[in-house]
C-alpha cells in the first residue's frame, strides 16, 4: 500500500504506471477486481457484468469486499432494508483514501446507503446518495468537516493507515462504536476501544485472503461456464 | 392513556388510585405487568423471578414489550452483541413520558444498552447505563437538551403524544432514521417521513394486543408449572 504523501513526478509516473499494470490483467483474470471495467462498474454502481441476465456479479477488490462482508457479518448492513440499501442511516468515517482501498470501499459503502466521511490527511470527503438515498449512485462532495469532528459523528470507524505513530484518539469516538481497523498497524489503542466500542475488529486480513480465493473462483465459475455454453452452441 | 399536563389535587388523588388499583392485581394474573412487582423489577432490570433458576420471566407491559418485539423485528436490535446490551451505541428518542408506556419503555431500552432521550412537555431526561455500558442498570440523569435537539440525535424516534394536533417536524429527523408511532394520532407527517425515514411504523396496536395474549399465555404457564410441581410433592 502506497501512502501518498507529497506527488513528486516519479510518484506521477507510479501511479500511472500502477494503473497502467492493472489494467493490463484481463477482466476473466483479476482476482484483485482492481481493471477498469470493474473499477468503472463499482464506482458506477453497476453490480452485474451481463444486464439483464445478471447472472454474473461484478469482481470488487479483495480488501474493500472483505470489510464489507465485516460489515454483513456484525449487522451493520440492516436485512430489513432492501438491497443496495441496507446501510441507510448509518455514518461511517474512513481513514484512507488510497486507490486501492479507502476510496473503493467509500464508494461501495455509499452506493450501499451509507454516509460516508472520507477522511484524508488534507480534508474531509463525503461520499453520499443523498437524503433518502435519492439518487442511484453515490455523489461525491467537499466538505469542511475536520478529521475530528468526522470521528464524532461516526457509527463506525475503519481504520486503514500505515504507520505504528497513527493511533485514533478514543476520546473522539462514539460511545457503543463500531471500529474496525484494516492497516498492518494497529490504529486504535486496543485496551481504549474496548472500553468505548460496541464491537472492534482489529485486522481483517485473513477475512481478505478469503474474499481473494472466492474472486478466484468466481472467476473459474464464469469461464468454465463460457466454455459449456460455447460448447452447447457448436453441438 | 393520560396525558398529565397539570397537577391538580383531583390529578394527584387519580394518580394514587391508579397505582392503587394497579397493586390489587396479584402477580400471577397480572397480564398488564404493572403491579409493583414487575414494575420494581424492570426499573431494576430484574429479569427473572426466580433467581438462581431463571425459568419465569418477568411480565413487561404489552405496549412497551410491543415495541421492544418491533425493534427486534426491525433488526435495531443487535444480535451479535450480548443479551441485554443489543442496543449498545444506539440514540434513541421517546416522546411521552407517561408511567404506563413512555417511562417504563425508557427504561426497558436503556437496560438494554441504548441512550434514551425522554422527551416531555417540559425537559429532556437522559436515561443510560453509561460508557461502555458501565452499570448493570439504567440511571436517569437531567439534560439541557431542547426536544428538537433530542430528535436531531435520534437513530429510532419513538412518538406517543394522544393528540391529533402533534406532528414531528420531520426535518428535524436524520436521514435514515427509524420512526414508530404508538399512539392513536398520527405523531408523523405519513407522506414526508417515508422520504426520510429508513423505515417507518405508523401504528403498533396489532402487535400490543399479541403481547397481551403473550402475557397471559405465560402467567398460565407459570401456575400450571406450580400445580403440577405442587402434585409432585405431594406425591
Redesign the interface.
Known amino acids: 500500500m502506497i501512502y501518498y504523501q507529497s506527488c513528486s513526478s516519479h510518484l506521477v509516473h507510479r501511479i500511472q504506471q500502477d494503473q497502467y499494470l492493472q489494467n493490463i490483467v484481463s477482466p476473466a483474470k483479476d482476482v484483485e477486481g482492481l481493471c477498469h471495467t470493474y473499477r468503472y462498474n463499482m464506482y458506477h454502481n453497476v453490480r452485474f457484468l451481463d444486464p439483464p441476465t445478471n447472472a454474473k456479479k461484478c469482481i470488487i477488490p479483495c480488501t474493500p469486499l472483505a470489510i464489507v462482508k465485516v460489515l454483513e ?3 451493520i448492513y ?4 432492501p438491497y443496495g440499501g441496507r446501510l ?3 455514518t461511517i468515517a474512513i481513514v484512507n483514501r488510497s486507490e486501492v482501498v479507502g476510496r473503493p470501499l467509500a464508494a461501495l459503502l455509499a452506493n450501499d ?1 451509507a ?1 460516508v466521511l472520507s477522511v484524508d490527511i488534507g480534508d474531509v470527503l463525503e461520499f453520499h446518495r443523498g ?2 438515498l435519492q439518487h442511484r449512485q453515490h455523489q461525491v462532495m467537499e466538505t469542511t468537516l475536520t478529521a475530528d469532528e468526522a470521528l464524532r459523528q461516526a ?1 463506525v470507524v475503519i481504520t486503514g493507515v500505515p504507520s505504528p505513530n497513527y493511533k485514533v484518539d478514543t476520546s473522539l469516538l ?5 471500529a474496525i481497523n484494516f492497516s498492518s498497524a494497529r490504529n486504535f489503542n486496543g485496551d481504549e476501544v474496548k ?2 466500542a ?2 472492534y475488529v482489529p485486522s481483517i486480513g485473513k477475512v481478505t485472503v478469503a474474499m481473494l480465493q472466492r474472486n478466484l473462483l468466481r472467476l473459474y465459475a464464469y469461464q468454465r461456464a463460457d466454455v459449456e455454453s460455447a460448447k452447447a452452441k457448436q453441438a
Open positions: 457479518h456484525l449487522h440492516n436485512p430489513m432494508l441507510y442511516g448509518k446507503g454516509r437524503t433518502g457509527d462514539k460511545d457503543g462504536v463500531v472500553k468505548r460496541a464491537m
